[in-house]
């Protein structure tokens, strides 16, 4: 059974001690891939980005998405966290990290997982730069290319 | 039987709220039904469903398609493309 944690939370998470905990609960790993995705300032115009989220989806979609890449690669452990409110420029917006017994499936689980919640977790993005509230961040077409690429019709 | 509706991102701020309880026409069977519905409300409704295609879905937090049928439906809530991760 693999360890799974998913969270959806305003605050900021530390990456690192989210790493460690996944790495003393997992001690039959080999591999551990963690991503981090940050809040781009788009070459100064962007000062910050404001989360919205459906509360209650977003969780259980989370939920779902980690269950699906726990079984379809096999894991140790997998850890997922998802940002929403106002996150400057530099800030974490979502966090994964997966375990596993050999370094493919790792790498393959942390990519699944970031390609699922592109395109079917509850969170819209709004921009905001120097002259306050901008435009919101379209969903881009490629994003549902990279999640199709996994054949799984969703999860 | 009313039915709770819930509106997020540019959908929401279009239409100027974040919720409310509706009443609906029996004819008035699938979720692309009520968008079509929806967009007859007055200004404000038809700006945030003039493109009825690109509106997602979700019934009692469960995505669907359009051709889902809403009867039973606790909460339904409508919005864009999703952006996250």
């Known amino acids: 059974m693999a360890i799974i944690t998913t969270r959806v939370q305003s605050q900021d998470f ?10 003393a609960g997992t001690p039959g790993a080999g591999a551990l891939v963690s991503f981090t995705g940050l809040c781009r300032d788009e070459g100064g115009r962007l000062s910050a980005l404001e989360l919205e989220h459906y509360p209650g989806m977003a969780e259980k979609a989370l939920e779902r998405i980690a269950r ?7 894991l140790l452990g997998l850890a997922v966290v998802h940002r929403h409110g106002v996150i400057p420029a530099g800030g974490n917006i979502v966090l994964v990290i997966a375990a ?3 370094r493919k499936a790792a790498f393959e689980a942390a990519s699944f997982v970031m390609d699922h919640l592109k395109t079917d977790a509850p969170f819209w993005k709004k921009e905001h730069g120097a002259e306050g509230e901008g435009a919101w961040v379209e969903a881009r077409r490629s994003d549902d290319a990279e999640r199709d690429q996994w054949n799984d019709a969703g999860s | ?3 709770r509706l819930v509106y997020f991102a540019w959908i929401r701020e279009r239409i100027g709220k974040r919720d409310e309880e509706l009443a609906l026409p029996a004819s008035v069977v699938t979720v692309g039904d009520l968008i079509a519905h929806l967009a007859t409300l007055g200004e404000d409704y038809a700006a945030a469903f003039e493109v009825p ?3 997602r879905a979700a019934i009692d937090e469960e995505l669907v398609e359009h051709d ?3 009867a039973g439906a606790r909460e339904i809530g409508l919005f864009p493309p999703m952006t996250g991760g």
């Open chain 2, 53 to 55: 295609k690109v509106i």
């Open chain 1, 68 to 74: 699906a890449a726990a079984a379809r690669f096999g």
């Open chain 1, 100 to 102: 596993a017994g050999h």
């Open chain 2, 68 to 70: 889902e049928p809403i």
């Open chain 2, 1 to 3: 039987m009313p039915v």
């Open chain 1, 14 to 23: 530390d990456a690192a001690a989210e790493y460690e905990a996944l790495r």
